[in-house]
Structures are given as structure tokens and as C-alpha cells.
């Protein structure tokens, strides 16, 4: 389906889309007034633009010197093509180990790889436990959000869900409350489970270490009672030295969710004693959009959510409406690139508007590469009929002066004395769900003429 | 696990790399924000991120605090693992298996230094016979030198070495999540608490 027909459903459900619209500017507001503690922020975000564009650009030796210091602590690597060969080798893991309950916390690489329903389709018992993911994973949904899971999801529904799962009172809602059956519902979890799956926020190259965020304490609980942690990176989660995470752990959480620093930023260095610690590396398209001139800085991204939070067409239209892992501008950047037929309509469910570029902490050029992928798109024949049809005549017209002023003239004319029900016709999208403005009687370039020939 | 994936990745990644961009130095004496009493700003951001800070002339001011915290007192069982601050309800020693600390009610646990700018304290498992003690227990304090604060993260990163640690991390209040409608709930998965104690001699 298209971005437009599934955001249309979810503007239609009645006041959701303003609801939406509001928590996600609370976070946006929430991000601002973080950053602005920071004088030197934008030099944090030149700072780490460069760092990951030069890791980029000796990614094979940085990812070489990372597996070397990662085995050298005891950490088994392991390096999957694609979401696969990831899925394949996580389930041998589990299998070595007998595992049948594993714990989970927050990775969009395994989102993104399907790795729930491949482990539970062999048998395994597979716990998200993010609160949001945990909410999600009940109602059987995807994420909306990669910061926040459950975003688009009232207290009340909400309750409803955890009055079906977890046993909670009818009609409760308080998020207090139904925080607390969920701390004692996932504490069970943790405590039973036979190994724990994280994701890594920034891996890096001269220690083999990497580190995970998070704000509940999940990921440290989900590995550090079992004797198996198996953490999930794409391959552009490298850091060069450790130093550089002082810049990321700066920007990440105030970016993402308006707070100085994540509750807990684990380093993990090595297995416990007597436990193992194995790291899969994954490719899964990534080279693809390194060797791209136009999208590679799209793989900057330290996901948190910022582009998201500020993009008018997302805050309205809900994270599901994009049919992503990762949704919002950025993903409507890297969703295309991989799959163009499934996403073409992505880059286009954007007003240009710049704001994302603006608050990314790595400076993804994201409103320049969202206009490149429409090109891209067209290019590669991907666009709908209709649309190249009118871009055909746009252009048309605007190459043609003469032209230009004639339509502009019947633009004008047809605008005031048409009746309503043709101005307001189905044909015309752009009055739809709005009012067109008053026709003003005379062009700029009329009046312009007017002045000049006075003076 | 095929052999030939890593040979396949390297492969196309040497295929088409990015012409080369320097890595810019990251001096920890700046540009980075400092503060004119780190440990005031450490104090408020503490709490602004949901814990207490309170400062203790000695580790016997330290139980005193302790003995006065609710959660504290009403814990029954209890650990820790800073030299003569708090108290254990069990020996630590004898536990083998992680999963027998479920009913840690309160810990007390070292941290090495606090940073100014996001309330945030650096913790290791050096000494630390389970590292989910920091993750477990129902209730955390942790208790740092009060004299230990830098400025800023650089000038964390600066101080410290991770890879000498299996597990390392910043740990900044209590456990928390806004995930339902975000609200801000204390206490997720983690501590419901945290009580920092910075002890002026230790």
C-alpha cells in the first residue's frame, strides 16, 4: 500500500492523528531544550558527522581490528551477508546451548532481519523486554517508532492488552500502574530466560568492545543472569576509539528522547567468567548503500529517533503508515534503496521542509537525499503513471515563458469565476482537504510592470 | 558459520569505498562545557534524572544517611559491597549462580566518579562478584568519592579503560521508561530507587 492510503486510515481514526502529533512534539521540545544546554552542540555533531564519515571510509580495517580485540577478550564473531544467514547463525547459538527461552531488548537489526518469528518457528520462546516492544510484541504489531515502540498506542489500549496478557485489572490505565505488572511479568522473564539478545548502539575498533543504551535496564538484566549474551550489529556501528563515544553518548539520548544521558550505557568487553559473549556482524544491504555517492551518508545514523519526532508529515501520520523497520525520513531513505518497489512512495511522503536535517546529531543531509531518491526513483522507472505525467507538464510549462504566463492567466481566471463543484472536483488533489486561496487579480509579473513603467 | 561471508563482505567493501576524511581529535580540554562547581551541577542533574545525592564527610556520616532511608530500612535483604558503608543481610561469597540475588531488596555498591554534565557515574565489576547486582536489587545506592567529578564525558573518556572491564558503564538514576502514552514511570525494570552518596573521605 502506499504511504498516502495508509496514513489517510490513520488520520481518519478520529482524533489520534492530533494526539500524535502532540506527544511526539512534547519530545521534540524535550530534545531542544537539551541541546540548547550544550553550547558547543553543533560542534558535537560536526565532531560526530566526521568521526563517522572517516570510519566509513576504512570500514574494512576498522571492522579487521574490531574482530581482533573482540576475540582477543574472548568474544566469538560471527559475520552474516544478509538477515538470513544472521537468523541461521543466532539459531545455532541458541541450539548449542539448548536454549528455549530467550530475552530480548530493543535491536531494529533483528527487527529488521525477522528474527522473532524465524527463532519461534523453531520452538523458542522469544521475549521483547522494552516496555513499548513488550506491548507490541502482545498486541502483535510492529514497532511504529525505534525509540519509541509504542507511540501510537493509547494507556487504554494499552490496559486492555495487559488485562488480556498479564492479568491487570478491567479497564485500568494508569501507566504507573500498568508499568508495574509489566516490571513483575518481565522480572519473571528474565529470571527463566536461557540467554539474552541485545542490539549495540557503537561498537568499537580499538577496544572490541561495544556499548548498549538503554533507559529500563533491560539489556543488563536480560544478560547478565543467563550464561549466553549474543549481540546483533549492522556493520556501521563502528567507532574507531573509545574517546569517540564522548561525543556520541552526548547527542544520542538528548537527541533521542530529550534526556542528558541513557540510564544505563553498558560497555561489554568479554564474556563473564564462565559465560559466552558472541557478536554478529551484518551486512544485509548495507554495502549496497556505501558504494552510493548520493545515500551513503545515510548510514551515519545512531538511530535515535530525532528525524522522526520532528517531521510534520510523520508526527501526523504515524509510524505504521510507512511499512518500515525503520520508518520517518530516514527510513524512507534506506527502505527504498533495498527494496525501491516495495517503498517507492516513501520519499515522497515529505514536504522538503529540512527540519530532520536540522536536529540530526550526525548531520544526515536527509531533506537533500530524500529529494536525490525521488530523482532516483524516476530514474530507475519506479514512479506511478500519474505522477510522471504531471511532472512532464510542470515542466513543460516551466520551461516555456510564454506559457507560463498563459496558464498562470487561466489559473487565475478559473480560480475566481469556476463554479465550486469543478475547482473542487476529484481531479483536483491539492482541494481535497483544503481551501484554495483567493486569486489574487494581477501576477507578480504584472505588477512588477506596472511599477516600473509608473517610475 | 560459511567462511566465505566475511571474505564476501570485505570484498564488496573494498570494492567502493569513500575517498578518505580525516578523524578529528577530540581534545578532552575542549570546546566541551565545564562548570564552575561540578559538584552542585552533578548534584542537580542527579536529580533531575530521578535520583538523590547527598554528601557525607565520612563512611560513618554515610550509614547514618543509609540508616534514615526508608527503603533502606524496610529492606530485608540486603547487600554491599563498599568497605564499611552499609551493611550485608547474606554472604555474597557463598552466592554462585546470579540468579539467587531475585530478592535483593537494597545494594550499596562503589562507583568510581561522577560527571557534572548529565549526572551520570562510572561503574565497573572490579570487586563485583555479579555485575546484575547494579541491575537486580529492587533499591541502589552507589557510592562515589565526593571529590571525583568531572566536567563533561570527554574528560570521562579520558580517565578511563574500558577493555579492562568484561562489563563497564555510566549509570544515570534510576531505572525508568515513558513508554506508555510517555508518562514517566520510576523504576522499569531496574532499581526503583537510586541514592547517591558522595563521601568526602574514602
Known sequence: MTHATLAENFIAAGDRSAWHDRALWFVREKRDRQADDVPEWEQLREAASAIKQHTMSRLPDYLQEFELNAKRLGVKVHWAVDGEEHNRIVHSILQQHDVRRVVKSKSMLTEECHLNPFLEERGLVVVDTDLGERIVQLREEPPSHIVLPAIHIRKEEVGDCFHEHLGTEEGASDPKYLTEAARQHLRQQFLEADAGITGVNFAVAETGGFVVCTNEGNADLGVSLPKLHIACMGLEKLVPRAADLGVFLRLLARSATGQPITTYSSHFHGPRPGAELHVVIVDNGRNKILQSPEFRRSLNCIRCGACMNTCPVFRRSGGHSYESTVPGPIGSILAPIREPDQHKTLPFACTLCGSCTDVCPVKIDLHHELYAMRNHLDQQQKLEGSKKLSMRMTAGIFQRPALYRTAGRVARLALRWLPRFLVYSPLNMWGRQRELPEAPSKSFRELYDERHRKN | ?202
Open chain 2, 1 to 202: 558459520m560459511p567462511a566465505n561471508s566475511r571474505t564476501q563482505i570485505f570484498t564488496a567493501l573494498h570494492a567502493a569505498l569513500p575517498q578518505s576524511s580525516p578523524l578529528p581529535d577530540l581534545p578532552a580540554e575542549g570546546p566541551w562545557k565545564i562548570f564552575k562547581d561540578p559538584y552542585t551541577r552533578f548534584v542537580s542533574m542527579v536529580e533531575s534524572v530521578g535520583g538523590t545525592c547527598t554528601r557525607a564527610a565520612t563512611s560513618a556520616d554515610a550509614n547514618r544517611l543509609l540508616a534514615d532511608l526508608t527503603p533502606y530500612k524496610e529492606a530485608v535483604v540486603r547487600c554491599s559491597l563498599v568497605p564499611n558503608v552499609g551493611d550485608s543481610t547474606f554472604d555474597l561469597d557463598s552466592v554462585a549462580d546470579p540468579h539467587e540475588l531475585h530478592d535483593v531488596d537494597f545494594a550499596v555498591l562503589p562507583g568510581e566518579f561522577g560527571v557534572a554534565e548529565n549526572g551520570a557515574i562510572w561503574v565497573t565489576d572490579n570487586g563485583i562478584p555479579h555485575r546484575v547486582l547494579y541491575f537486580l536489587p529492587q533499591h541502589l545506592s552507589i557510592v562515589i568519592p565526593a571529590a571525583q567529578i568531572v566536567h563533561n564525558m570527554h574528560e570521562a573518556y579520558a580517565r578511563i579503560t574500558p577493555q579492562q572491564h568484561a562489563w563497564s558503564g555510566f549509570i544515570s538514576g534510576p531505572s525508568k521508561t515513558a513508554d506508555i502514552e510517555q508518562s514517566l514511570v520510576i523504576g522499569a525494570h531496574g532499581a526503583r530507587s537510586l541514592t547517591v552518596i558522595a563521601v568526602e573521605a574514602i
